[in-house]
């Protein structure tokens, strides 16, 4: 539970610090004093969105912090959950908002995101404010308080997880309908571009080659005539061919082999030469010989790399493994087309398995549902009679939706109706303002009661009440309390304020620097002059202080 809240540069506050207690506490205090600012400060804290102008004027940034007890809820789980550093015993929340526009959050002094400190405030406060009793006009919110009094959280879940299968298996098997529809409409595209492309019977490094090839056609005249001229050099018959001048200075060096040693060296490197020389002089014959022109065969390669350029020009790449590649995709998609109805049929079997699956857990949330509607009727009617509503009806309506959706199958509207032999319709649209504060607050008593939260904040959820009536939901409140819970009320009801264990007072004073706003916690004299200035105005009788007094013993 709420332990303590430090709050810095906030709106009307320089610096407050307050302490809480556990069981029911009231908060008091004149209109624009500064309630509604410290809410706006615990709403940084569960995640809301950070407003600059909320930051006092002439400072950097603000600073709001809360420390709770958690020793008693059972959280480490959600902390390991979230990967936060867990404390069994203490939990600290920190928001600070600069001036610039940013703004950072910490758990534990460790930093987090705005998703991990919205969703562990969830788990540890609820502020009611006024607005939400609109609320109590949608059906999701209906429908979210009738699981949280059912306690169905687990049979929700595993339906959720069946829905969000049925739902993406529907969604897959409707983009391959739509995918099947176009690919069948491109199929007989796809099969004359890969007919074409089979047709060519291309193989990989076959451009290179025919290139090549082209270049030897087209000059077989030059070819063959180097060919033949370096043969006559290297083996020509005059004196002066390569290999008759190597034979010779092969044999000059031989002469002086006995007495110039180092000639047979020489001798032996030239007569490796002859050979060599010899061999390509034959190579370079051979190669002169074959070498012919032929027209034919060069009008089939000028073709066959016409029709590979058009090829690639037409599919704009630039090699010839591009091409096999675009081939092998385009038999790929024809493939697919002709195993789309076999997907499409395997699909539609498990979509109507899932949906069977659906339906059946749909079912058996719509039981639990059923069962905690009743509940909910009889415990209602309970709570709402002492409220001054003895001829009070409360209902539960379950109708079914035609197709069910993420929450299952069911709609819920709350029937109500206040007065005797009236006609049961929609809460929102019957009730009055005060009737609909008592609804809402014995809604939150029942959900007290099924959930481990450890704080609630009531914001002024006794509009349109008085008297009596107030004195008895103060005494809900009061009893929630008692629950290993804290409840805290801001109220504008001397009625209310009497049965808070501990009375807080939210007050605005001048100083030389601006308006600042306090919150101070009241001692038992304190509180017997703020609950007679509730009841009498800001002039101060002595009936008013006796009448306090009597509403406070009256505790």
């Known amino acids: 539970m709420l332990q303590s809240i430090h709050i810095q540069n906030y709106a009307l506050i320089d610096k407050l610090d307050i302490d809480f207690t ?102 540890l406060i609820d502020v009611h404010s006024q607005h939400q009793n609109l609320l109590l ?30 739902k993406d298996i529907s969604n897959t098997l409707e983009e391959l309908i739509i995918q099947a529809e176009k690919s069948r409409q491109d199929e007989d595209y796809l099969r004359f571009q890969l007919e074409q492309l089979e047709e060519a019977s291309l193989h990989s490094g076959e451009q290179t080659e025919l290139e090549q090839e082209a270049e030897t056609l087209s000059h077989t005249e030059e070819i063959k005539a180097n060919l033949y001229k370096a043969q006559q050099l290297i083996d020509g018959t005059e004196a002066n061919g390569i290999l008759s001048q190597t034979k010779d200075c092969q044999q000059a060096l031989q002469n002086i082999s006995n007495v110039y040693p180092s000639a047979s060296e020489w001798v032996e490197r030239l007569r490796s030469c002859y050979i060599e020389l010899k061999d390509i002089a034959h190579d370079l014959s051979v190669a002169e010989e074959e070498t012919e022109f032929n027209p034919e065969r060069l009008d089939y390669v000028n073709e066959r790399l016409n029709l590979i350029y058009n090829l690639q020009q037409k599919h704009r790449v630039t090699t010839i493994e591009a091409l096999l590649e675009l081939a092998e995709n385009y038999r790929h998609q024809l493939n697919d ?39 909910i009727e009889e415990q209602m009617k309970k709570l709402l009679i002492p409220l001054g509503m003895p001829n009070v009806r409360f209902a539960v309506e379950l109708t079914s939706r035609k197709e069910p959706d993420l929450n299952g199958l069911d709609n819920v509207t ?110 038992p004299e304190e509180r017997v002059k703020e609950i007679a200035h509730m009841l009498s105005g800001s ?17």
Do not use: W
């Open 22 to 123: 556990p069981g029911f506490s009231v908060i008091t205090g004149e209109t624009g004093a500064g309630k509604s600012i410290i809410l706006g400060a615990i709403g940084l804290l569960l995640g809301q969105r950070a407003d600059v102008k909320a930051i006092k004027n002439g400072t950097f940034k603000c600073i709001v912090e809360a420390r709770f007890c958690i020793a008693s809820y059972g959280l480490e789980a959600f902390f390991q959950e979230l990967d936060l550093e867990y404390d069994p015993e203490e939990c600290i929340l920190r928001r600070e908002v600069y001036a610039s526009g940013k703004s950072r959050a910490f758990i534990n002094d460790s930093p987090a995101s705005l998703n991990q400190m919205k969703a562990l405030g969830e788990k």
């Open 137 to 166: 006009n949608k059906e999701g919110f209906q429908l979210n308080i009738l699981d949280i009094l059912a306690q169905d959280e687990k049979q929700l879940e595993a339906y959720k997880q069946v829905y969000r299968h049925y």
């Open 337 to 375: 087309i002709s195993s789309f109805d076999e997907r499409i049929a395997e699909l539609n079997q498990q979509k109507e398995a899932l949906y069977n699956k659906v339906l059946e857990q749909a079912r058996q949330l719509t039981n639990l549902r059923t069962k905690s509607a009743h509940h």
């Open 414 to 523: 709350f029937l109500f109706s206040a007065n005797k032999n009236g006609a049961l319709q929609n809460v929102a649209s019957v009730a009055s303002g005060g009737e609909i504060a008592r609804v809402m607050l014995s809604l939150k008593a029942m959900i007290a009661g099924a959930v481990k939260l450890p704080t609630i904040i009531f914001d002024e959820i006794d509009t349109g009440v008085s008297g009596s009536i107030a004195e008895k939901m103060a005494l809900i409140m009061r009893d929630m309390g008692r629950q290993n819970r804290q409840v805290i009320s801001i109220t504008h009801l001397p009625q209310i304020a009497a049965r808070g264990t501990t009375h807080y007072k939210v007050y605005k004073k001048d100083t030389e620097t601006g308006t600042n706003s306090y919150i101070h916690r009241l001692t």
């Open 539 to 555: 002039v101060l009788t002595e009936a008013a202080l006796n009448n306090a007094r009597a509403l406070l013993e009256n505790q």
